[in-house]
C-alpha cells in the first residue's frame, strides 16, 4: 500500500495509509489540501506531469485560500492529464515549462508567499 503525504498544520511532513481517493493513492488533492489548510495564502502547489484528473480539487483548496498554484506547461510535460485539468478548473496561477518552475518558486518564496 502506498503511504499519502499529508502537511499538518505544524508544517510538518506526514505519512498516511488512507483509502483510494479519485482512485489513486497517493493523492496530490488530500497533498495539496492539506497545504491549503496548513499555509492558506502562503500556500504554492506545483502541479507537474502526470495522467488524470488528481489535483483539481486540492488546487482548488489552495485557490480559496488565496495560495498560489502553477501548473507545468503542455510543450514540456510527458503526461498532460493532471497539469491540464488543473488549468481546466480555472485554479491555475501560473502555466510554465518545467524548466522555469524552480525559479519562479524561487521569486515566489522570496516575496514573502512561504516562511
Known sequence: MNPIFLVNQD???TLTN?????FVRPSADLLFDS???????RAIAVVLTGTGSDGVMGVQ???KMGGTVIAQD???ADYFGMPGAAIKSGAVDFI????????ALITLVRQNKIP
Open 18 to 22: 488512507t483509502e483510494l481517493v479519485h
Open 74 to 76: 503542455e510543450a514540456t
Open 11 to 13: 508544517g510538518k511532513l
Open 61 to 63: 483548496a489552495i485557490e
Open 35 to 41: 497545504v491549503a489548510a496548513s499555509y492558506k495564502d
Open 96 to 103: 510554465l515549462p518545467i524548466s522555469e518552475v524552480a525559479s
